[in-house]
């Protein structure tokens, strides 16, 4: 691996290493079923952990049915939330849609957002209007294939890996070239 560069690891690996550090939780089976879809809350509880967020209890932001303090999800929900990686599909009617499966662009925005990769202005992928930038963000940064189908729901594989990636971009050392005075 070149300096500055970050390891290719593969899903297995990626999810491994995110359990060792509490980031994901297996199955009951002990395994990781990296080729099975998860839904936006489990996703945004994959979120706080990986970003270190602080779990919100005693707030309800959203209108969905059974969202209440009893849902495990909410403190999880709550916290993207405060932090701005989301903000629900509906903000008008207040709908976080936490049931439903996450997709490979909504990956992109929380990603792009928390890693504060740039938004570029020209776009060349398969995101929806609102997720064209993150979604090219994220290509340019290299955490998702350019030939993703970003309208898709994502894979716990591509959740695990991309979570994998992010987590080391803020460990690659970078070199500091001392200054000739
Ligand atoms: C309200 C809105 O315009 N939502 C967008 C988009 O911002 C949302 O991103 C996330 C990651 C979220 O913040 O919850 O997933 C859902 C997306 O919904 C989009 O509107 C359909």
Redesign the pocket.
């Known amino acids: 691996v070149a300096f500055g560069e970050t390891a290719k690891v593969t899903p297995q690996q990626a999810f491994d290493a995110l359990a060792a550090k509490g980031v994901v939780n297996g199955f009951p089976d002990g395994k990781a079923h990296l080729d099975k879809d998860l839904t936006?809350g489990e996703f945004a509880k994959i979120v706080t952990k990986l970003f270190g967020l602080t779990e919100v209890t005693g707030k309800l932001s959203y209108n969905d049915k059974g969202y209440n303090a009893k849902n495990w999800a909410v403190p999880y929900i709550e916290a993207v939330t405060a932090a701005g990686l989301?903000?629900?599909?509906?903000?008008v009617k207040g709908i976080?849609n936490y049931n439903g499966k996450v997709t490979v662009e909504?990956v992109a925005?929380?990603l792009a957002i928390a890693l504060k990769l740039e938004q570029p202005t020209t776009t060349d992928n398969s995101a929806s209007v609102?997720a064209k930038g993150y979604a090219q963000a994220v290509i340019n940064a290299g955490l998702v294939e350019k030939t993703a189908n970003f309208k898709a729901n994502a894979l716990r594989s591509l959740v695990v890996e991309t979570a994998y990636y992010a987590d080391q971009i803020g460990k690659v050392p970078t070199l500091t070239v001392a200054s000739a005075e």
């Open positions: 936006r989301m903000q629900g599909q509906d903000t976080f909504e925005k929380v609102w």
